[in-house]
């Protein structure tokens, strides 16, 4: 690898492409060594998703469904309420092996819940080759990006660095020049495994899951083993009450959220902004709206896919 760059991954401005995606610098180290060394449990749960596509509530949503038998609200430290849920949830490739390249993941307790940006050519053979679980989200290309816009920005005001007009971030995102782009081809890697594999991949929409997270959070509690009993799914009861938690309200206003920091610095008021569908409309012109269109149109074509 080339010489790192002192700035952090999400603001760097030296990308490299590796396998077809771009990364910034300081995270390639930590995509290669997660590929060379995560050794993949059968029970293991992997939280995939496209930068800025929701991938905070995600985590959070299945941290609860998961270890719903451990945990409930009522206690005094729940975890949710304790933690950002990127500290329950760690990223494989941006924190475990960025921090150290052949970590001991033995302290994990099983399910293991992991949480990667990684492109599906890009993933550790061990995860292609053991049944453990892919739950995948994205988001519609124009509020992701204008959600990572906002999100670089605010790492590099943070950083006392000079902010990116919209139109500069736009044309790189566009070429693919942005973290783990291209965008499209990050998604169509896991919509295709998720149609030739439906038990390995869930492939979700973040708008879905806003329109109906009742629906999906039963689907992925299915997709995972982990099904709702008919006596859980009463209203009123622990789907109502992980929604509730998992929202964008609460999370937003815990004080862990509103103050703390995660471990590689960023502060955790950064991932909860708006989280709304169609923000895009209050940011992007017209002529950056055709762009962004036709290019998903291109990309996607056949392959039934929507965003
Ligand atoms: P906006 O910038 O559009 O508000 P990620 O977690 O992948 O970094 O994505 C961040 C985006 O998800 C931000 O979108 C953020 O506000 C939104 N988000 C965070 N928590 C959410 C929640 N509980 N429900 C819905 N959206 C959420």
Known sequence: LPSLPKEKGWVSSHFYQYKGFWHPARQLQGVIACQKHFEAQNSDILLVTTPKSGTTWLKAIVFALVKRMHYHRGMENYPLFMNNPHDLVPFLDLKIYVENQTPDLSS?????LFAT???FNSLPKSVHNAPCKIVYLCR??????VSL???TNKLRLIGN????SLEDVLDRFCKGVSIYGPFWD???GYWKESLENPNKVLFLKYEDLKENPTFYLKKIGEFLDFPFSSEEEKSGGILEEILTICSFDNLKNLEVN???KLSSGEENKAFFRRGEVGDWKNFLTAEMVDR???LTEEKFGASGLEL
Do not use: A, Q, Y
Request: with cysteine; hydrophobic share 30%.
């Open 140 to 145: 519609n290309p124009k509020d992701t990006f």
């Open 186 to 188: 990050h998604v169509l």
């Open 258 to 260: 509103k103050s703390g």
């Open 117 to 119: 940006h990684l492109p």
């Open 292 to 294: 962004i269109n036709s």
């Open 108 to 112: 994990f307790p099983c399910p293991r």
């Open 161 to 164: 660095m000079e902010t990116n």
């Open 149 to 151: 816009w906002h999100f």
